[in-house]
């Protein structure tokens, strides 16, 4: 596959994961997010595992039980305690600094270099994404700063990772192997944070459904997949799509508002997604020069 395939694949994820929002307030109990979270990560993955049929060596099962942690466990719930502690557009805006921290990790983990460029594109986003969805009259809470920064690290950490430690096997086997052991770490802290999970109707079991076999096994496939093939840098300003898609799929489905500011906010988050790709992109090398004889 070419490129602009695997950019168009990989941004799927995304776009897809906008949708978590209006599944969880309209098809989900309310107050179990941790548990929606182990629902979503731990069935897909061990369905996972049941179509790859291959377990991590014993010399890999440290590191997928850490990517799990950072890209699942951490991030899941250190998303959803600051969905509770903050208005969801300060939260949302505190994730998106998510790429500008992937360009610093990627230079500290792999080497890759940090350019201007990158930078902006970066910071861009973030604007564009506090223009779609931050409200001036939002009240900041400690605990929810320091979690949403805390997932966004998490997150970003796990990209970065994810590349650096690249197993022999395919991008379907090694998403299966970080939803599992996302989930197993999921599992105590449910029960004992929140036990008493009613009994899951007919709508709860389609939206958890949806949010695992869409939305965890099929976007988390893509992402890893566009990890290794394009890198952490490249793929995560597609990250910027997320509370974008949200936006726009409540406007479409719920009819909800949107405003002029949010209009100019999706344009913003468009244009540095595609600085990002540019900064991102590999510099041509140059032709050798021709030998003489």
């Given at each position: 596959?070419n ?9 799927i994820?995304?776009v ?15 107050g179990?997010?941790?548990?929606v ?6 069935p ?6 049941l179509?790859?049929r ?6 890999w099962?440290g590191?997928?039980f ?34 500008l921290?992937?360009?610093f ?10 350019t201007?460029l ?16 931050l ?37 379907l ?5 970080q ?36 939305g ?27 509370p974008?898609s ?48």
């Amino acid at each position: 596959m070419n490129r602009t395939t695997d950019l168009f694949l990989t941004a799927i994820a995304p776009v897809i994961w906008g949708s978590s929002y209006i599944v969880a307030t309209e098809m989900l109990p309310h107050g179990y997010p941790l548990t929606v979270s182990l629902l979503r990560a731990f069935p897909a993955g061990l369905i996972l595992l049941l179509i790859v049929r291959q377990l991590p060596q014993a010399g890999w099962r440290g590191r997928v039980f850490i990517l799990g942690a950072l890209n699942f466990a951490i991030f899941w719930s250190m998303l959803f305690l600051a969905a509770y502690r903050l208005p969801g557009g300060v939260a949302a805006t505190l994730g998106a600094v998510q790429p500008l921290l992937v360009l610093f990790l990627a230079r500290f983990a792999l080497g890759n270099t940090i350019t201007i460029l990158g930078i902006v594109a970066a910071i861009s986003g973030v604007i564009g994404v506090g223009m779609l969805v931050l409200d001036p009259g939002a009240v900041l809470d400690p605990i929810g700063i320091a979690a949403a920064l805390v997932g966004a690290l998490s997150m970003a950490a796990g990209t970065v990772l994810t590349r650096k430690w690249q197993p022999p096997v395919s991008p379907l086997t090694f998403t299966a192997w970080q939803l599992t052991a996302g989930g197993l770490l999921l599992i105590p802290v449910a029960l004992i944070v929140e036990p008493g999970f009613p009994m899951p109707t007919v709508t709860n079991i389609a939206g958890l459904v949806w949010l695992g076999l869409i939305g965890a096994a099929l976007t988390y496939f893509l992402w890893f997949r566009g990890i290794a093939r394009l890198g952490p840098t490249t793929v995560t300003s597609f990250g910027f799509l997320s509370p974008t898609s949200a936006v726009l799929l409540g406007w479409i489905v719920l009819g909800q508002a949107l405003s002029a500011l949010q209009i100019v906010g999706v344009a913003v988050v468009l244009i540095s997604i595609w600085l990002g790709q540019r900064a991102a992109r590999p510099a041509p090398q140059p032709n050798p020069a021709p030998q003489t004889t």
